[in-house]
């Protein structure tokens, strides 16, 4: 059972308590409630090679909320496409694009049924704005392009931020995975943003690398990690936002003091189209 009192998500027929789910793994290391123990092993065998991955992740929240405090109050961003959502946390999408610009809409997509289940969360935002969910995955772009969902609440003619949190590197296939970050972004006109980040071994010391690459031939981690000149490539055609690519810890910081790049072993980006 979860750590949570949740019924209705085990009454979707896809939810699988014995297959690691990454949207409740990085629950469980934010510290939320709703994981199962699949995912709590695989968190702690994760941490056991790489012990700074709770720190990574709450450095990826932090990513995220100056990432689209960027969008929302200096580039004018009025519209967000948040694919590979996650289970609600602490400022959503929604929460900080609208304490911004209040008239911000926002679609969430996923294709994990717990954060199906959540969605009403994630739908309560300013009443000057809107929010939706789409029931989809990453790799199959043209089925989020393409839902009602997403046409109720987002005029693709405007400007988008399209955002891809932690979630490009669960594609393992380099050239698919630029192939659906262009279909994305072909969708969307001039002005618009990719935002993006991507875990990488670039700033572990080799034996950690070397055990995180074990992990994957044997199938017991899902990310693919991806160096700097392959995640930059994401970026191609757009104007990157100073400082560029860079260790997530490092875009545009609101303290002096920040974890290291080996703390966090991911790069992040934000590109206008």
Avoid: C
């Amino acid at each position: 059972m979860p750590t949570s009192d949740l019924d209705q998500p085990q009454q979707d027929p896809r939810l699988d308590i014995d297959t690691v789910s990454p949207a409740r793994r990085w629950n469980y290391w934010l510290g939320g409630k709703d994981h199962f123990q699949v995912d709590r092993d695989s968190g702690d065998r994760i941490a056991g090679a790489y012990p700074a991955i709770r720190i990574a992740a709450q450095e990826g929240r932090a990513f995220h909320n100056r990432t689209i405090r960027y969008l929302a109050r200096e580039a004018g961003i009025r519209q967000f496409l948040d694919i590979g959502t996650g289970l609600p946390a602490p400022d959503n999408t929604h929460e900080v694009a609208q304490a911004i610009t209040p008239q911000a809409r926002v679609v969430y997509v996923d294709n994990d049924p717990m954060v199906l289940a959540h969605a009403r969360a994630l739908m309560i935002g300013s009443p000057e704005g809107a929010t939706n969910y789409v029931d989809a995955d990453l790799n199959d772009p043209s089925a989020i392009l393409g839902a009602p969902e997403l046409a109720a609440t987002l005029d693709l003619r405007e400007p988008v931020g399209i955002l891809l949190y932690a979630v490009l590197h669960f594609i393992k296939d380099d050239e698919r995975a630029r192939e659906i970050v262009a279909d994305l972004l072909a969708a969307v006109p001039a002005g618009s943003y990719l935002v993006a980040t991507n875990g990488t071994k670039d700033f572990v010391p080799p034996q950690v690398g070397a055990m995180y690459d074990d992990m994957l031939a044997k199938g017991l981690v899902d990310a693919w990690p991806r160096d700097g000149a392959t995640f930059a490539r994401f970026f191609d055609g757009l104007d990157l936002v100073d400082p560029g690519v860079v260790p997530i810890s490092e875009w545009r910081p609101s303290a002096a003091e920040h974890p290291a790049p080996n703390e966090v072993s991911m790069y992040g980006a934000v590109g206008r189209k």
